[in-house]
C-alpha cells in the first residue's frame, strides 16, 4: 500500500517535496514512478526510478526541475519539485512497477499499487 503526502498549494517559482511511504511489501526490490493527474485531463507521467536510486527518467515537462528519490530504509520515495510552474498544477500519484524492466518507459499501464494521491496547487 502506498500513501503519498507534502501536496499544498504553493507560488509559482516556489518549491516543494512530495513523499510516498509504501508499507505491507517488500519496496526496495521495486522501481517506483510518480504520475499526475491534471483537471479534465488523462495520468500522466512525471518521473520514475529504479530499486537502488541508480536510474532515474523524467518527463520532457518536468526535467530539471523536478528530482526523483529514494530512501528505502525508510520505505519511502521522494519528489523534490523546483521551479514550479501553474501547469504543474495536478493530484500526483506513486506507484510501484509491476512489469519488472519498464519502468523507464513511462507508462502508466506498468504500474500498479496506486496509491490515494496528493493534491499540488500552483498559482501565478
Known amino acids: 500500500q502506498l500513501q503519498a503526502s507534502g501536496g499544498g498549494s504553493v507560488e509559482a517559482g516556489g518549491s516543494l517535496r512530495l513523499s510516498c511511504t509504501a508499507s505491507?511489501?517488500?519496496?526496495?526490490?521495486?522501481?517506483m514512478g510518480w504520475f499526475r493527474q491534471a483537471p479534465g485531463k488523462e495520468r500522466k507521467f512525471v518521473a520514475s526510478?529504479?530499486?537502488?536510486?541508480?536510474?532515474?527518467y523524467y518527463a520532457d515537462s518536468v526535467k530539471g526541475r523536478f528530482t526523483i528519490s529514494r530512501d528505502n530504509a525508510k520505505n519511502t520515495v521522494y519528489l523534490q519539485m523546483n521551479s514550479l510552474k501553474p501547469e504543474d498544477t495536478a493530484v500526483y500519484y506513486c506507484?510501484?512497477?509491476?512489469?519488472?524492466?519498464?519502468?523507464?518507459?513511462?507508462?502508466?499501464?506498468?504500474?500498479?499499487?496506486w496509491g490515494q494521491g496528493t493534491q499540488l496547487t500552483v498559482s501565478s
Open positions: 506507484a510501484r512497477e509491476r512489469n519488472i524492466g519498464t519502468y523507464s518507459l513511462g507508462r502508466e499501464v506498468d504500474f500498479g499499487s
Open positions: 526510478i529504479n530499486w537502488s536510486g541508480s536510474s532515474t
Open positions: 505491507g511489501r517488500t519496496f526496495s526490490s521495486g522501481a
